[in-house]
Nanobody, 115 residues
């Protein structure tokens, strides 16, 4: 019913950039419910960036000024532009959508930032 597919992960040196994409399919009521999370082995999954009510955005303090969430309604796709990457950004990044209190997740995209 709902499918989220991430792409764009990979290896990058510190200071570099990557752009993640999340293609959504199925019954997606609004891209306003979408966001990005990341998880490092042994740690809890944390919010990176997401849309909130009214189309506003929310970012983790650790990525403010470096990451930007955006969307293309025609393509039903949400992006995460990641600039000035740091080794501590290394994680599996997950696309997420919340609809009527239910969470749907992509399978994740690995981002590795070398120092």
């Amino acid at each position: 019913q709902v499918q989220l597919v991430e792409s764009g992960g990979g290896l990058v040196q510190a200071g570099g950039s990557l752009r993640l994409s999340c293609a959504a399919s199925g019954r997606i009521f609004s891209l306003n419910g979408m966001g990005w999370y990341r998880q490092v082995p042994g740690k809890q999954r944390e919010l990176v960036a997401r849309y909130t009510s009214g189309g506003s955005t929310n970012y983790a303090d650790s990525v403010k000024g470096r990451f930007t969430i955006s969307r293309d309604n025609a393509k039903n796709t949400v992006y995460l532009q990641m600039n000035s990457l740091k080794p501590e950004d290394t994680a599996v990044y997950y696309c997420n959508i919340i609809q009527y209190g239910r969470d749907y997740w992509g399978k994740g995209a690995l981002v590795t930032v070398s120092s």
